[in-house]
């Protein structure tokens, strides 16, 4: 589904987020910028930014919340930070992608002018996207809430032994799984550990979860698809010390006990992905991972 969120009329101030490590010198940044203020926009970066770029950009710190719309410059780890603390306001994001691969990251930087011009005519679109609401519950109480947008994982972390995880749907028990760990993904993510992982994938449109064991020690595990619907918890087994944890999106970190639940529920907000291209989902799906095999 694709939503008319904005549109070009209400679209004034743009907030540019940027990974530095991945935009040496600010050298894309100083051109999205330029082209942005060129085209009548108001760009808000941080003070940081502010001071890398020498350019007319308003300092913000508050940069989420005032914006009406987020590019992010960097690769897909760059684009889910951003889209978390984009999430907390509804506002949308494109990526420019500064990574290796770019599965999130949309716009090439060859294609920085084109993406702003389009962004100026209002001829992008929106998509929204479904979000993980996850806690952990220990004792009874919740001591642990968190969002993920492309998964939730409970894994062992270096050196320790296997972890033994049971996994419900709502209090239904689905199976144990001895291994390294269990990911719970949206469509979105996907194609990301969960594909690794020997998880499908699915269109980001969709609304459902993909459960993944990680290196599972039993033969006929499989991954499987619960419906929006559905609470998915991951109890830890282990009777003995564990060394685990809960990461989600690759950004957000929680280290479990023994006993831990891990409950994970679609939110009933969504994130939103811009885009300024119709390039069809598998069309992205083949170059990105054919040219990773390359």
Known sequence: ??????????????????????????????????????KGFEALVSHETKSGICLPATASETMFEDADFIICVG????????????????????????????????VETRDIESAIERLAQGTFTVQPRMVLD??????????????????AVVSRMALSRILRLQVDLDDKFVDSFPGDGIIVATPTGSTGYSLSAGGP?????????????????ILYSRSFIASESKTVKVIIEDKYEINAMLTLDGQEGFKLEQGDLVCVTASRNNVYFASVSHVNFYDVLRAKIHGQCD
């Open 134 to 151: 996850v806690s952990v519950i220990r004792d009874g109480k919740a001591v642990f809430q968190d969002i993920a947008i492309n998964d």
């Open 1 to 38: 589904m694709v939503i008319d969120f904005l549109g070009s009329d209400n679209l004034k101030k743009i907030g540019i987020a940027v990974n530095k490590d991945k935009d040496v010198d600010y050298t894309h940044t100083k051109l999205i910028v330029g082209k942005l203020i060129e």
């Open 201 to 217: 994938i699915v269109q980001p449109d969709m609304r459902c979860m993909v459960i993944s064991p990680i290196c599972p020690h």
């Open 75 to 106: 690769g897909d780890g760059t684009f889910l930070k951003a889209a978390r603390e984009a999430y907390l306001y509804e506002k949308p994001v494109l990526g420019i992608n500064k990574g290796s691969v770019g599965f999130l990251a949309e």
